[in-house]
């Protein structure tokens, strides 16, 4: 089927982000998202060469992972950024990004280097998600 003559669903999201300094350090993400029932992901992209940790945090695929509960912490030699909380999984949050198109003759892809976690929920929703 041609672009022009496939059939349209539109839906609608609106998403406001508010972020705040912590009191102790670090900041808070809070996400409200109105609009249709659609499925979200916020990726969290890490430079290669750290250790990821959390008992929450469940593989996708290689260097992707879901955190679906509790805290992750990202370690880089004397340097680390604790995350979360998770926000659950199912069939109604799939852990899936589609990276776009991939063009094999230039090599290209939107997947970033490195180590990803995914947090996944479906809209409408609000998340606070804590960044240490």
């Not at 539109?10 to 705040?20: D, N, Q, S, W």
């Not at 589609?98 to 947090?119: C, F, K, M, N, Q």
Request: proline share 8%; hydrophobic share 30%; net charge neutral.
């Amino acid at each position: 089927m041609d672009f022009p003559h496939r059939e349209r669903e539109y839906r609608t999201l609106r998403t406001e982000i508010l972020l705040r300094e912590s009191p102790g350090g670090g900041w808070d993400l809070s996400f409200a998202q109105t609009g249709s029932d659609v499925p979200f992901a916020l990726e969290l992209c890490f430079r290669p060469g750290g250790k990821l940790t959390g008992d929450g945090l469940e593989r996708v695929s290689d260097d992707t992972y879901q955190l679906v509960r509790g805290e992750a912490t990202y370690t880089v030699g004397e340097d680390r950024i604790v995350f979360g909380p998770g926000n659950g999984k199912g069939g109604r949050q799939p852990p899936v990004v589609d990276p776009g198109e991939r063009y094999a003759w230039l090599g290209g892809s939107l997947t970033p280097d490195g180590i990803r976690v995914l947090i996944t929920g479906r809209t409408p929703t609000t998340y606070r998600l804590t960044l240490r």
